[in-house]
């Protein structure tokens, strides 16, 4: 519609302009009244015609080129909507395999599976305690464990000096226990006591050289089932062979001890007759010699007796 509305005004236009040629040359052949001017010369009118027909050539061609430009282009529309049928297809494509490769996992789902593996790793966490705990009490079991009661137990040795004068002394501190039927006492040298501190010094220092040999040990191994054995109220008498490792020197010492079982969970082991330790067998002769020389006296005997009440409770 708005083409033909321009076409029209367009032709008015020569139409107008053509009327306008035509009478500036039938006037321009002279201004008389003869009449001579109203017949245009030869000269004139092509001319006139020309300039009409270039006018309207012009307009033609200015009006088709308009139209041109007013009009779309069907070549760029058609690329322009195959262009975004392209894109859009492959984002449509892209998008769907996209959501196709996502696992999609329900909140719910996610949360019970989560409580299941908690519950699993706690079910597995407790059964392994719990197996460890059984293992454990069945070692402590098998193994009879027992710790040194040191308040109620002790160990004397007894020394004579000029031939004829005996002496008894101990040791205030004692460790030790019973584990797998394997009984150990740990015997601290320093808590030497004679009931006078001077003699406690110089047999710290002279006797036992306590600086370089703090303690002393016994390990004894028990007869097979000797206290799983035995009731409650009830004793026996069992020959054991115990190892003494004092002064830097271990030895072998054979005896008899009684064990009481005074409860489920105390035992009493006592020695039934005294034990002859030899200082020479323990390297203790030298410091011997230096005691007795430092006190100023006749001699020192070099075999000292020794006799025990080791008193064990069963460990919690």
Request: overall charge neutral; charged content about 10%.
């Amino acid at each position: 519609m708005a083409l033909t509305q321009l076409s029209s005004r367009c032709l008015k236009s020569i139409a107008l302009c053509s009327l306008i040629g035509l009478l500036s040359a039938c006037g321009g052949g002279g201004s008389s009244g003869d009449g001579a001017g109203l017949v245009p010369s030869s000269s004139s009118v092509p001319t006139s015609s020309a300039a009409a027909e270039a006018s309207s050539a012009a307009v033609s061609s200015a009006v088709q080129t308009s139209s041109a430009a007013s009009l779309p282009n069907p070549t760029l529309s058609s690329s322009s909507a195959s262009l975004s049928s392209s894109i859009a297809t492959s984002s449509a494509t892209a998008l769907s395999s996209a959501a196709s490769s996502l696992t999609v996992v329900p909140v719910a789902n996610s949360s019970v599976g989560l409580s299941s593996v908690a519950s699993s790793l706690r079910s597995s966490s407790q059964n392994a305690s719990s197996s460890s705990n059984a293992s454990n009490s069945s070692a402590a079991g098998s193994a009879n464990q027992w710790t040194l009661d040191a308040t109620n137990s002790y160990l004397n040795f007894a020394t004579i000096k000029n031939t004829h004068t005996l002496e008894v002394h101990n040791f205030t501190r004692l460790s030790g226990g019973i584990a797998n039927n394997v009984a150990s006492l740990n015997i601290d040298l320093t808590s030497t006591n004679t009931g006078i501190e001077l003699r406690d010094q110089r047999m710290r220092d002279l006797l036992f050289q306590t600086i370089s040999f703090p303690g002393a040990a016994v390990t004894v191994t028990l007869p097979a089932n000797l206290l799983s054995g035995l009731a409650a109220g009830a004793s026996t008498d069992a020959a054991i062979s115990a190892e003494l490792d004092l002064h830097g020197v271990k030895n072998t010492i054979a005896t008899t001890v009684s064990v009481q079982r005074l409860s489920a969970t105390r035992v009493v082991v006592q020695s039934l007759a005294p034990i002859l330790i030899k200082a020479p067998d323990y390297a203790l002769a030298d410091g011997v010699e230096a005691l007795r020389a430092a006190v100023g006296i006749a001699s020192i005997s070099t075999a000292v007796p020794v006799d025990f009440t080791l008193v064990f409770d069963a460990a919690k």
